[in-house]
DNA sequence: TCAAAAATTAAGACCTGCTGCTACTAGCTC
DNA sequence: GAGCTAGTAGCAGCAGGTCTTAATTTTTGA
């Protein structure tokens, strides 16, 4: 590591705590090519807490990031919503949503987004996937966003007919339909 | 906190470093009206490690699990497999799976088991979803155990035509048919 | 080119939350 | 009374810092 300017060298430092919080001072100021001090300035300046606090902010965030992380309720970030018509998400593929020899993401993730979309848009308490009819049209690769777009094409009772279509930035990479089926009395399918 | 015998306090020890691990050996020692010397001992015959330990241990654990979770490849435990032809997977629905109102599963979760149960008996190294089509016959609960049970139907060039029928202990709750598409060579569908 | 300003390093006292060790006491028990 | 367990106490030392004061080096601007 040679030395380098002040801002660079915060830049790097903010870069290397975030990837690794769990580096001491020491550790940094070796990466890094500098004093201790120099490190705890650079935090100071730049609102890095200690170790410890780093630590701690995890553990604390953490316990209830696993469960949030979990509980949401929709995969992907809802952009639009009509309740009773139409809905679209946004989902980012990560790294860790694909097969790790190819690269190529895993179907769930396509058919969960359209599921939870499906679900979303109908203006009912209670709403379970009934059926579901997809079609994965090419593979998505990491680093790609997914945009879904959901309609109510049809109402019969309590059936919903939902139809989802999801792009990247490109084409189209999945379209589904569903048919939902808002629950409460209606037990039989 | 009145005094009480030793091992009454050890218990009540483990119990309130497990709902707050936050909590110092001197926090403890008020709580339990001992001194701090006496919970370090008690910490040491326990093997609870310091406060310290305990948060770096979620911090870290934290990190991996919130990968872990999303990582695994297959969802539900891969119970039984004869590749080529057929295989069966568990999948435990615990809380986290279930819609908080209703505490009925959402639809992924028995999709995903069966997708991944699917993508796992193809004898080939890689595979897509093309085409699913699904049933949700009953909703399903927390707790309720689900075994997927696939099987290739047909084969006709890169296509694979694989049938999933997911039971919990009492009926069937979940169908679908996938056709599955072996990569590599073949860029249509 | 030279002084002022900025950046870096150093040194030392202090903090928290411990570990590890030795020592002591009280209460019971055989 | 000897021997045991359980509980306390005190002190040194450690990691990973904070906070402060000060000296040294580098850069920069006029």
Request: net charge positive; charged share 30%; no cysteine.
């Given at each position: ?43 100071l300046e730049l609102g890095i807490p200690e170790l410890r606090g780093r630590i701690r902010q995890m553990a604390e965030h953490a316990q209830n990031k696993v469960k949030s992380i979990q509980k949401s309720e929709v995969v992907g ?113």
């Open positions: 590591m040679a030395r380098v300017k002040k801002k660079v060298r915060q830049q790097l430092l903010v870069q290397q705590v975030r990837e690794k919080p769990f580096l001491t001072d020491e550790e940094l100021a070796r990466n890094l090519a500098v004093s201790v001090q120099t490190i705890r300035l650079d935090r970030e809802l952009i639009d919503l009509e309740l009773g018509h139409s809905g679209i998400s946004l989902l980012r593929i990560t790294d860790d949503m694909v097969f790790e020899k190819s690269k190529i993401a895993r179907g769930h993730y396509m058919f969960s987004q359209a599921d939870s979309l499906a679900q979303a848009i109908i203006d009912a308490p209670l709403v379970v996937t009934g059926v579901a009819n997809v079609k994965y049209k090419v593979p998505v690769h990491v680093g790609e966003k997914l945009i879904a777009k959901a309609e109510i094409v049809k109402v019969r009772g309590n059936k919903y007919f939902v139809w989802v279509k999801t792009h990247n930035d490109r084409q189209e990479v999945f379209r589904a339909k569903f048919i939902m089926v808002s629950w409460a009395e209606a037990k039989g399918m």
